[in-house]
Nanobody, 118 residues
């Protein structure tokens, strides 16, 4: 399974940025799709997750500012980030729970860097 993430970059505080992550490679079905983030010296943390039925959950720190969505036909998950804060600076990783070759597995993207700074 390959997860290709796009959309990171530098943005000023209060600005917006969108991330996308497309999954490919022998996937039968995808259940959960999500975004995690990590800063050096800290554990990777969940940012947002969306289930196949469309239900979502968010970290408290991003609730109301970030929106996760998915396109099942394109096997792509999106993260729209608004009102960005310097503390949102991190490497963002997409994550999927998918069936490949009859087996459920968790797969990670390569990470895309988001920097919020003036």
């Amino acid at each position: 399974v390959q997860l290709q993430a796009c959309g990171g970059g530098l943005v000023q505080p209060g600005g917006s940025l969108g991330l996308s992550c497309a999954a490919s490679g022998g996937i039968f079905t995808i259940n959960k799709m999500g975004w995690y983030r990590q800063v050096p010296g800290k554990q990777r943390e969940l940012v947002a997750r969306i289930i196949s039925d469309g239900s979502t959950n968010y970290a408290g720190s991003v609730e109301g500012r970030f929106t996760i969505s998915r396109d099942n036909a394109r096997r792509t998950v999106y993260l729209q980030m608004n009102s960005l804060k310097p503390e949102d600076t991190a490497a963002y990783y997409c994550n999927v729970l998918a069936v490949t070759q009859g087996v459920w597995g968790v797969h990670w993207g390569q990470g895309t860097l988001v920097t919020v700074s003036s």
